[in-house]
C-alpha cells in the first residue's frame, strides 16, 4: 500500500502531542536509561486524548493533508501540537501530587534522596565519611543537593564541630561550608533544628537552591 505526502502529515499531526509530550517528560522527569515502551504509550495515550478533546481544531490539515494554509488554521493547528498537550501534561502532575498528598498513591520522587530533600526543609546533618570520620553541618537555604539522574552531590554551606559522641557543639569560624561527593561519605543522619524529636519545627529552605 502506497503512502501519500497527505496521509504521512495527517499522521505526523496526530502524534506530534505526544512527541511533545514525551519531550516535556524526557526534561521534568530524567531516567538513567531509555524507556522505550514507556515513552511509546505516553506518544499514543497523549496522541489519541489530544485528538479526542481537541481533534476540531485540525479538521482543516487533516481534510487537505497539507501544513500550509490560512493563519487562522495555522493558529489552531500550533495550539493543537503545543498548548493542548502542555496543558493536559500540567493537569495530569497537578491531580497526580494532589492524589499522592492525600495519601490514594504512592509519590512520584525516583528515590528516598530525592523525596527528603524535595521537601526543602533546613536541618543539621552528620556526614559519615568512608573512612570513618564524621562531619557535622548546617543544611540550610544556601546549600544545594543535585537529584535524579545526579544524585548525591552535596554542599553543606555551614560546618560544625562535633564531641566524641556526635553532638553538635559550634560551627566551625568562618566557615563557608564544605562540598561532598556520592564516593565521600557512606550515609548521612539528619536532626530538627530544635535538638527535639516531635520534629513538628523543622524550617522549610527555599526552593532556588535545590536543583537537578
Not at 506530534?16 to 506518544?43: E, H
Not at 530533600?117 to 546549600?143: A, T
Amino acid at each position: 500500500m502506497e503512502i501519500s505526502y497527505q496521509d504521512a502529515v495527517r499522521f505526523l499531526i496526530f502524534l506530534a502531542p505526544g512527541l511533545v509530550v514525551v519531550a516535556l517528560n524526557t526534561q521534568f522527569q530524567p531516567s538513567d536509561k531509555p524507556d522505550w515502551k514507556s515513552d511509546f504509550f505516553i506518544l499514543l495515550f497523549v496522541s489519541v486524548v489530544t485528538f479526542v478533546v481537541a481533534g476540531f481544531l485540525i479538521d482543516a490539515p487533516l481534510k487537505q493533508g497539507e501544513l500550509v494554509g490560512s493563519i487562522y488554521d495555522r493558529i489552531k493547528l500550533a495550539t493543537y501540537i503545543l498548548f493542548v498537550p502542555i496543558v493536559l501534561y500540567g493537569v495530569y502532575f497537578w491531580i497526580f501530587r494532589l492524589m499522592a498528598k492525600l495519601g490514594w498513591v504512592l509519590k512520584n520522587t525516583k528515590s528516598a534522596w530525592d523525596d527528603f530533600f524535595l521537601r526543602r526543609e533546613c536541618v543539621y546533618v552528620i556526614m559519615h565519611l568512608e573512612n570513618g570520620d564524621r562531619i557535622g553541618g548546617w543544611y540550610g537555604e544556601k546549600s544545594y543537593v543535585s537529584t535524579h539522574p545526579n544524585s548525591g552531590h552535596i554542599y553543606i554551606e555551614q560546618i560544625w564541630r562535633l564531641d566524641d559522641e556526635g553532638v553538635f557543639e559550634q560551627p566551625i569560624p568562618h566557615s563557608k561550608g564544605m562540598i561532598f561527593r556520592p564516593e565521600d561519605y557512606h550515609y548521612i543522619e539528619f536532626f530538627d533544628t530544635t535538638g527535639e524529636d516531635d520534629g513538628e519545627d523543622t524550617e522549610a529552605c527555599g526552593s532556588e537552591e535545590i536543583s537537578s
